[in-house]
């Protein structure tokens, strides 16, 4: 019997967190699922960044991935947008890290390019290879979590070659990687 390993991919959010797992077995990938966490009806951001841990480590406790594949947030035309994100997925990456699960961080540029073949690809364009890849029957109705589920295949796709995102394997690896931003 081949190695068996799980994957995690989250597409961070403070409106929607998007996720997906697939298992590859062999070299080979199977969609195990895809979701999201809906945090609209939310105000307090601290609730929302409570509930992308609760639900990460849910996540985590469940389907124990070996691995968890995360998009990094990108800068837009909001300085307060990006702020959010970063929020987001520090504390999904937290985490990741108390449970021991080693991190990799995708720029979504990467993450398209990956899947699609073109970085500038749109969520749907995105969307509609992975149903092609993985055999999906249907396509959710807010694509986040195909977003999310794009990060773990992205990650699959990846494995072996030499990458130029970060990846931890502990907020020890963590804090050595990035002494400028730990106040001491």
């Known amino acids: 019997m081949g190695r068996e390993k799980i994957i995690l991919g989250i ?9 997906g797992i697939i298992q590859v077995t062999n070299k080979k990938m199977k969609f ?15 609730t929302k960044l409570k509930l992308i841990f609760d639900r990460t480590i849910e996540l985590i406790d469940t389907y124990h991935p070996d691995e968890i594949a995360i998009e990094a947030p990108f800068y837009g035309k909001n ?28 720029m979504p540029k ?23 890849i993985l055999n999906l029957k249907t396509l959710p109705k807010n694509l986040d979590s195909t977003d999310g589920l794009a990060a773990a295949v992205c ?4 494995e072996g070659k ?3 995102t970060k990846s931890y394997s502990s907020w020890a690896a963590y804090v050595k990687s990035n002494e400028t931003k730990v106040k001491k």
């Open 79 to 106: 300085v307060q947008s990006m702020l959010k994100l970063g929020r987001a997925q520090g504390v999904a990456m937290a985490a990741g890290l108390s449970r021991q699960v080693p991190i990799t961080e995708y």
């Open 155 to 158: 990650h699959f796709y990846n």
């Open 11 to 19: 597409d961070p959010g403070t409106t929607i967190m998007g996720f």
């Open 32 to 46: 195990v699922q895809m979701n999201e966490l809906m945090l609209k009806k939310y105000d307090d951001p601290f």
């Open 110 to 132: 990467k993450i398209k390019m990956a899947i699609t073949g073109n970085g500038n690809a749109s969520k749907e364009q995105v969307a509609r290879m992975l149903q092609s």
């Open 162 to 164: 030499m990458e130029t």
